[in-house]
């Protein structure tokens, strides 16, 4: 028994679709989905329906496609993610709201702590606040789709609600037996350094919190697991290996590989850091 994780399966694409459909049922094993999944619930509905059946237990986290809305959307920001939290129940599959299962297979045990963090704009050089990260951003002429899309309600900011959910997840970890280890996973890198975006790095204000900097070195934790970023990645910081596990657009992958290769396993994993320097280790 094995856990396995992938994420930013974006069905919205055909060519991802098509994919999902062809992934290898492994029943003994677990699956955490790292979210991104796609836009519209019953497309998110699709890929817990398509892939529960064929793992002993899966998990989703949301991404920011997922929370996508707009404004005059009836079902925004918190009740959108109650939502599909709800669509995930009806297929079995454990969300940031049920309480971490513990994996005792190999690798084992650890509790697999599926969170929804979001990001507050602090991913930036120091000393800007948000608005001078967005215009530190819009200067390179980036600004993320979220901004129109992705809702707070009932929240007055993302900042707002991200500063809720790190504070409620805080106090849910902190209530965990401190003896056995963890694998945490969310859709945002949990920090900083690990995010980059080559092409377009001030992007980089989209993609966490400074609040999950440590979080690695707080709670016992085996693993880190993320997506979000489009950019697989192993790396490894104060002996704890993170895992950056999106299969992204159909350009940011190889469709003759298959999907089953970008399925990477989390627990039992790889010895190390392998590498003196902490990786990364990228995975094509
Ligand atoms: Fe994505
Ligand atoms: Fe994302």
Known sequence: MKLFAISDLHVRHSVNRDAVESMTARPDDWLILAGDLAEKPEDIEWVFATLAPRFAKVFWVPGNHELWSGPKSDLKGVARYEHLCELAAKHGVLTPEDPPALF?????????????????????????????????????????????????????????????????????????PADVPKVLVNHFPFRMDLVRLFKIP?????????????WHTRWNTRAVVH???????????????????????????????????YVREILPGPDGPDRGWGGPIWHR
């Open 227 to 261: 997506g979000h970023l489009h950019m697989r990645a192993t790396d490894w910081r104060d002996g704890v290996r993170f895992e950056e596990v999106a299969i992204g657009y159909p350009r940011h992958w190889k469709q003759d590989r298959g999907i089953d290769h």
């Open 104 to 176: 005792e297979g190999e690798g084992g045990p650890a509790y697999v702590c599926p969170l929804f963090l979001l990001y507050d704009y602090s991913f930036c050089p120091d000393g800007m606040d948000r608005t001078e990260a967005l215009a530190w951003s819009a200067e390179a002429g980036l600004v993320c789709t979220d901004e129109w899309y992705l809702e707070p309600d009932p929240y007055p900011s993302r900042e707002a609600w991200c500063a809720a959910r790190v504070e409620l997840t805080r106090e849910r970890m902190d209530s965990l």
């Open 202 to 214: 001030r992007f980089v204000i989209w993609c966490g919190t400074k609040e999950t900097e440590d």
